[in-house]
């Protein structure tokens, strides 16, 4: 008895904290409806996990009927931000490679089946690539996602060439073609994107080995391709790829 006590404790939590992760940048707001069918559980059970998250200060209920995190959460996530560890060591990193090619950096994370911007800095030039930290984006296409995969497990990867599909011209799907492609990013130590995820878009990304040496973290410079060239490029890869390994020597 005790111990399936113990599990529904466990599961109410797992559920608590999905339904938290339910809500994005461009989904600030969620009616009760919204928050069921994302979840997938009966409504009786989202609206008592719902009305706890709202007793406890983690969602606010607006006049609309709809919920939005609240300020807890945003206390929580202040805190978060002030002493995630990988955020404090690249961002100086990230500012100077901005300030020398006056691209975009971006800090990308692996969390299950997206990759997440940890940190973006923009570029200083006004036709720009725009990345918002808490952005999420489907790994199989662009230069942060594959450079994730290419350290990713089978499965995961597997994962990913199933749920492929052509955003642009230049998206790889075609399976011989995907793997070819995450051998030739573990080869190099580095991952290079034509517009995959966004037409006229070229970025590159390194993987940094964080945490206990895995690469679930990547660092990316992105801007247009008609300045973001194959010569830029090949001028900027062993510079970004020597502070990608300083940035894991600090971290590790």
């Not at 989904?27 to 997938?40: C, G, H």
């Not at 070229?202 to 080995?209: Q, R, Y």
């Amino acid at each position: 008895m005790a111990s399936e006590t113990t599990r529904d404790s466990v599961r109410s939590v797992e559920r608590a904290l999905t339904i938290l992760q339910c809500f994005t940048l461009d989904e600030s707001a969620l009616t009760l409806m919204e928050i069921a069918r994302k979840m997938d559980l009966p409504m009786s059970t989202t609206v008592r996990i719902v009305s706890t998250l709202q007793k406890m200060g983690f969602l606010d209920r607006n006049g609309d009927k709809t919920y939005s995190l609240g300020s807890r959460a945003y206390s929580v996530g202040c805190v978060a931000r002030a002493h995630f560890r990988i955020q404090k060591v690249a961002y100086p990193f990230m500012v100077q490679i901005r300030d020398a090619t006056k691209e975009a950096v971006s800090l990308y994370g692996f969390e299950g089946e997206s990759r997440v911007c940890y940190e973006h800095v923009p570029s200083l030039l006004s036709m720009r690539c725009v990345v918002r930290p808490g952005d999420h984006f489907p790994l199989f296409a662009g230069a942060a996602g594959k450079c994730l995969l290419a350290y990713s497990s089978p499965e995961i990867v597997e994962r990913e060439i199933a749920n492929a599909y052509p955003i642009t011209g230049t998206t790889i799907v075609d399976r011989d073609a995907f793997l070819k492609n995450l051998a030739g990013i573990r080869e190099n130590g580095y991952a290079i994107s034509y517009g995959e995820r966004e037409e006229g878009i070229t970025s590159i990304a390194v993987p940094i080995f964080y945490p206990r040496g895995k690469a679930t973290v990547c660092l990316s410079v992105a801007g247009p391709s008609v300045r973001f060239t194959d010569a830029v490029i090949r001028d900027l890869l062993p510079w970004i790829s020597r502070l990608a390994a300083d940035i894991t020597k600090l971290v590790s």
